[in-house]
């Protein structure tokens, strides 16, 4: 279970304190504009508050209305100060400076006016400091807004921890918080309820949906031995299941924290995007300076000099340089999130568009990673059934994967199969048995040679099986062969489609394997791999990894297993497939919930479009400057063009913010 704490945060975003400040800037924004803006055109106004006939009391209320807007902005001022005196400053010390000129101006002309200068009541420019705030705070209020949108994956995946678990003590039901279920204890989960922690199931038979944690929606069945997950739905029948992972080692709680690692990290081109930053604001305010000085001396006009200072300050906030990758790769990851694909960092996100290489283990990934019976061959006299039978009854006690395949075989089949009276395990040959007086030998040719079992009528099969990569066992009751039953490793359904599309998309596949090249090859071959690294031992994939990377190319390295983890951890991106086991997961950079190599294809469509987007958000965060400043600095004015109000700048700043945002949020909507 995840911890309510956790829970509460992640569902009271940043939103709501911004929506407050909004309002409350809007509620004094509003009738300051309406009077500034009244009296600008000309209209009527009472006398007692008319800028002809009270100019102090026009000045007056205008800056009784904007100080509210100013305490309300103070994070502002806050922010841009530390920021600016630690020799770094940042996009909120643009804000500040800006406003803070306005605002002081603002109350220097008040001052004045009341010295009997009334000229001023026409430079007081309050209203520009109170639509700045204003207008900025509309800007991240959309911006948190949006964000909040793109985090709605981890809220999701946090919802589906139950609170509540029911756990067997003492023979008795009670009823605990989820988070105080101990590993190894009895939970029971009836239909309709949320399996609360990660588990086996001990007692009952259901079904269970794990669409929310794996994209699937097709209901899984679950019976006694089958893992369930916490957070996935009981279906249609109560079951007893023991506690395996509880707490914070849940499958889902961990998919939460790496979903917050990856939020919060930066790609390699978000810290390009922060060095530009930081270069950027120091010559902005330079700028700004040498503008307003420009023209304070070439016209002598106090109150342009000023308003092309503070325009210049707010336009060329870099707002929308700051938010270009941020939340491109939260959407990112969030839609990621979304589809089974669980992505570490943002540098993953980045890198797994520049690989060249995909390099798929063979067991697990490629295949199924579970032997299945693929070929039964009796011989003339036997038949099919029957050496299934056989076979199934005489290895039932047996615990080697080659007896499990075709126990389940047969029960799938819906064969007999009896229990062996005697069974001995020959180690390195197979197994002897006798069921019901019959003497019974399953296992290789050299158990048959030394038994004195005549196989000839068998060999061919055998051979042409096993020349395919197949594990080959023959069959022989009381002294008679009956035949041959194949085994393997099977192909997964999607392989040979995802190589196909990893193919298309200009990356060379390659299977590495501790298997033999002639199994290697066999499944290559069905996979359409035409590079294969085989006979590799568990300790050598990592240097394999490194070989094909000394060669320049970027690799991504897809393995499910502990052996896979080294070479999962060389490779630029190593991508686990979710039913491997919890050290391969660790050591990669990218996790798939899903057991479908198609998520790698979806994975770098992901990664090139959230890229593409993070690039389409710095052009127009730098178009919108370039072209923004210069009309700031009054380039137009020069040539008999209108200056820019700092209004309008502010505007104009925070819809460039808005529409990065906007556009990041346009990834949710991408087809994987």
């Given at each position: 279970?995840?911890?309510?704490?956790?829970?509460?945060?992640?569902?009271?975003?940043?939103?709501?304190?911004?929506?407050?400040?909004?309002?409350?800037?809007?509620?004094?924004?509003?009738?300051?504009?309406?009077?500034?803006?009244?009296?600008?055109?000309g209209a009527k106004l009472p006398a007692f508050i008319s800028p002809e006939n009270s100019p102090l009391a026009f000045a007056l209320l205008q800056l009784l209305l904007t100080t509210p807007v100013i305490i309300t902005g103070r994070s502002f001022y806050l922010a841009g100060t530390k920021t600016l005196l630690r020799g770094n400053p940042g996009m909120d010390t643009l804000v500040a400076m800006g406003t803070a000129a306005a605002y002081l101006y603002g109350i220097y002309a008040t001052v004045r006016i009341a010295g009997g200068d009334g000229h001023y009541v026409h430079n007081l420019y309050y209203e520009s400091a109170a639509a700045i705030i204003t207008l900025i705070t509309t800007g991240r209020f959309l911006e948190a807004r949006s964000k909040s949108k793109a985090g709605n994956a981890i809220r999701k995946l946090l919802s589906l921890a139950p609170p509540l678990a029911t756990v067997l003590r003492d023979g008795r039901e009670k009823t605990v918080p989820a988070s105080k279920v101990q590993v190894d204890e009895l939970v029971v989960i009836r239909p309709g309820e949320r399996f609360p922690v990660d588990g086996i199931v001990t007692d009952g038979t259901t079904s269970a949906d794990e669409s929310m944690l794996t994209g699937e929606s097709t209901p899984v069945e679950k019976s006694e031995g089958s893992e369930v997950t916490g957070g996935s739905i009981n279906l249609n029948g109560s079951v007893v299941c023991r506690a395996a992972r509880v707490g914070s080692a849940t499958t889902l709680a961990r998919i939460v924290k790496l979903m917050e690692e990856a939020q919060g990290s930066k790609a390699p081109i978000a810290r390009l995007a922060d060095k530009i930053s930081g270069i950027f604001v120091p010559v902005v305010m330079a700028l700004a300076l040498l503008a307003a000085t420009g023209w304070l001396v070439g016209t002598g006009d106090f109150r342009l000099a000023f308003t092309v200072l503070i325009s210049v300050l707010i336009i060329a906030c870099p707002c929308a340089l700051g938010l270009a990758t941020p939340v491109a790769v939260m959407v990112g990851t969030g839609r990621g999130a979304q589809q089974g694909i669980l992505i570490k960092s943002g540098e993953a996100l980045e890198t797994a568009r520049k690989a060249k290489v995909v390099v798929l283990d063979k067991t697990g990934t490629v295949t199924t990673g579970i032997p299945v019976v693929t070929d039964i061959r009796p011989v003339k006299e036997a038949d099919t059934d029957r050496l299934i039978t056989v076979a199934a009854s005489a290895e039932s006690r047996s615990e080697h994967p080659v007896a499990k395949a075709v126990a389940e075989y047969a029960m799938v089949k819906g064969l007999p199969v009896t229990g062996p009276d005697r069974f001995t395990a020959l180690p390195g040959y197979g197994v002897e048995a006798s069921v019901n007086g019959t003497h019974i030998l399953a296992g290789n040719k050299r158990l048959m040679d030394e038994r004195k079992v005549e196989t000839s009528g068998a060999d061919f099969a055998a051979e042409e099986l096993a020349a395919q990569g197949k594990t080959i066992m023959f069959l022989a009751a009381d002294g008679k062969c009956l035949g041959v039953i194949a085994v393997a490793d099977t192909i997964r359904p999607e392989s040979a489609g995802a190589v196909r599309a990893l193919k298309a998309m200009g990356l060379e596949v390659m299977m590495i394997t501790g298997d033999s090249y002639q199994t290697a090859r066999h499944i290559a071959g069905q996979a359409g791999i035409s590079?294969?690294?085989?006979?590799?031992?568990?300790?050598?994939?990592?240097?394999?990894?490194?070989?094909?990377?000394?060669?320049?190319s970027r690799v991504i390295m897809v393995g499910d297993g502990i052996n896979d983890a080294p070479a999962l951890a060389t490779a630029d991106v190593g991508i686990a497939i979710g039913s491997g086991t919890d050290v391969a997961i660790e050591a990669a950079d990218i996790v798939l919930i899903k057991n479908d190599l198609q998520d790698v294809v979806r994975t770098l469509k992901l990664s090139n479009s959230t890229i593409r987007n993070i690039k389409q958000n710095l052009f127009w965060a730098f178009f919108y400057n370039i072209?923004?400043?210069?009309?700031?600095?009054?380039?137009?004015?020069?040539?008999?063009?209108?200056?820019?109000?700092?209004?309008?700048?502010?505007?104009?700043?925070?819809?460039?913010?808005?529409?990065?945002?906007?556009?990041a949020l346009r990834l949710r909507k991408i087809k994987l």
């Amino acid at each position: 279970a995840i911890d309510d704490e956790k829970e509460r945060r992640a569902s009271q975003p940043e939103t709501e304190r911004l929506r407050k400040r909004l309002i409350w800037s809007l509620i004094f924004t509003v009738p300051l504009l309406a009077l500034t803006m009244s009296a600008m055109a000309g209209a009527k106004l009472p006398a007692f508050i008319s800028p002809e006939n009270s100019p102090l009391a026009f000045a007056l209320l205008q800056l009784l209305l904007t100080t509210p807007v100013i305490i309300t902005g103070r994070s502002f001022y806050l922010a841009g100060t530390k920021t600016l005196l630690r020799g770094n400053p940042g996009m909120d010390t643009l804000v500040a400076m800006g406003t803070a000129a306005a605002y002081l101006y603002g109350i220097y002309a008040t001052v004045r006016i009341a010295g009997g200068d009334g000229h001023y009541v026409h430079n007081l420019y309050y209203e520009s400091a109170a639509a700045i705030i204003t207008l900025i705070t509309t800007g991240r209020f959309l911006e948190a807004r949006s964000k909040s949108k793109a985090g709605n994956a981890i809220r999701k995946l946090l919802s589906l921890a139950p609170p509540l678990a029911t756990v067997l003590r003492d023979g008795r039901e009670k009823t605990v918080p989820a988070s105080k279920v101990q590993v190894d204890e009895l939970v029971v989960i009836r239909p309709g309820e949320r399996f609360p922690v990660d588990g086996i199931v001990t007692d009952g038979t259901t079904s269970a949906d794990e669409s929310m944690l794996t994209g699937e929606s097709t209901p899984v069945e679950k019976s006694e031995g089958s893992e369930v997950t916490g957070g996935s739905i009981n279906l249609n029948g109560s079951v007893v299941c023991r506690a395996a992972r509880v707490g914070s080692a849940t499958t889902l709680a961990r998919i939460v924290k790496l979903m917050e690692e990856a939020q919060g990290s930066k790609a390699p081109i978000a810290r390009l995007a922060d060095k530009i930053s930081g270069i950027f604001v120091p010559v902005v305010m330079a700028l700004a300076l040498l503008a307003a000085t420009g023209w304070l001396v070439g016209t002598g006009d106090f109150r342009l000099a000023f308003t092309v200072l503070i325009s210049v300050l707010i336009i060329a906030c870099p707002c929308a340089l700051g938010l270009a990758t941020p939340v491109a790769v939260m959407v990112g990851t969030g839609r990621g999130a979304q589809q089974g694909i669980l992505i570490k960092s943002g540098e993953a996100l980045e890198t797994a568009r520049k690989a060249k290489v995909v390099v798929l283990d063979k067991t697990g990934t490629v295949t199924t990673g579970i032997p299945v019976v693929t070929d039964i061959r009796p011989v003339k006299e036997a038949d099919t059934d029957r050496l299934i039978t056989v076979a199934a009854s005489a290895e039932s006690r047996s615990e080697h994967p080659v007896a499990k395949a075709v126990a389940e075989y047969a029960m799938v089949k819906g064969l007999p199969v009896t229990g062996p009276d005697r069974f001995t395990a020959l180690p390195g040959y197979g197994v002897e048995a006798s069921v019901n007086g019959t003497h019974i030998l399953a296992g290789n040719k050299r158990l048959m040679d030394e038994r004195k079992v005549e196989t000839s009528g068998a060999d061919f099969a055998a051979e042409e099986l096993a020349a395919q990569g197949k594990t080959i066992m023959f069959l022989a009751a009381d002294g008679k062969c009956l035949g041959v039953i194949a085994v393997a490793d099977t192909i997964r359904p999607e392989s040979a489609g995802a190589v196909r599309a990893l193919k298309a998309m200009g990356l060379e596949v390659m299977m590495i394997t501790g298997d033999s090249y002639q199994t290697a090859r066999h499944i290559a071959g069905q996979a359409g791999i035409s590079s294969v690294i085989a006979g590799v031992l568990p300790g050598d994939k990592a240097g394999e990894i490194r070989k094909i990377r000394s060669n320049g190319s970027r690799v991504i390295m897809v393995g499910d297993g502990i052996n896979d983890a080294p070479a999962l951890a060389t490779a630029d991106v190593g991508i686990a497939i979710g039913s491997g086991t919890d050290v391969a997961i660790e050591a990669a950079d990218i996790v798939l919930i899903k057991n479908d190599l198609q998520d790698v294809v979806r994975t770098l469509k992901l990664s090139n479009s959230t890229i593409r987007n993070i690039k389409q958000n710095l052009f127009w965060a730098f178009f919108y400057n370039i072209l923004g400043i210069p009309v700031a600095m009054g380039l137009l004015h020069l040539f008999g063009g209108p200056l820019l109000n700092p209004m309008f700048a502010a505007a104009a700043m925070s819809f460039s913010s808005v529409s990065v945002v906007w556009n990041a949020l346009r990834l949710r909507k991408i087809k994987l």
